[in-house]
């Protein structure tokens, strides 16, 4: 069985990479390379146009192009913004994210045995 942080390690290591190339720009256009804020605002960007993308993948949004493709590419490209701010907040998501779903497991793990019956039962 493969080791489910060597391909978060992966990713990170490429969204950093490309992180670093955007840097280069920004110093050169900007003379200074995006805030924490300035990073945050463009992740925002990014997940309200999920939000149309979804509506366009439900028929209810016109857009040009590909939903789904569009999708991918907006999904894949929020999972870049948090390596960048998780990099740029110096948190470890390997670890975090691993605590963070064994947390979420156990929670669900204990309401479905604390409700394994086919209803409330009648007082």
Not at 63 to 91: C, N, Q, Y
Request: hydrophobic share 40%; glycine share 8%.
């Amino acid at each position: 069985m493969s080791d489910p942080t060597a391909s978060l390690g992966t990713a990170r290591d490429q969204a950093l990479a490309v992180r670093s190339l955007y840097e280069v720009l920004e110093e050169r256009f900007n003379g200074k390379t995006w805030s924490l804020h300035e990073l945050m605002i463009g992740f925002s960007n990014d997940v309200g146009r999920i939000g149309r993308l979804l509506l366009a993948h439900d028929g209810t949004w016109d857009i040009e192009g590909d939903p789904r493709d569009e999708l991918a590419h907006k999904l894949a490209e929020s999972m870049w913004w948090t390596f960048v701010l998780a990099d740029k907040l110096d948190i470890d998501l390997d670890e975090a994210y691993a605590r963070t779903m064994a947390g979420i497991r156990t929670g669900l793990e204990a309401t479905i045995a604390r409700t394994d019956s086919a209803g409330p039962q009648p007082g």
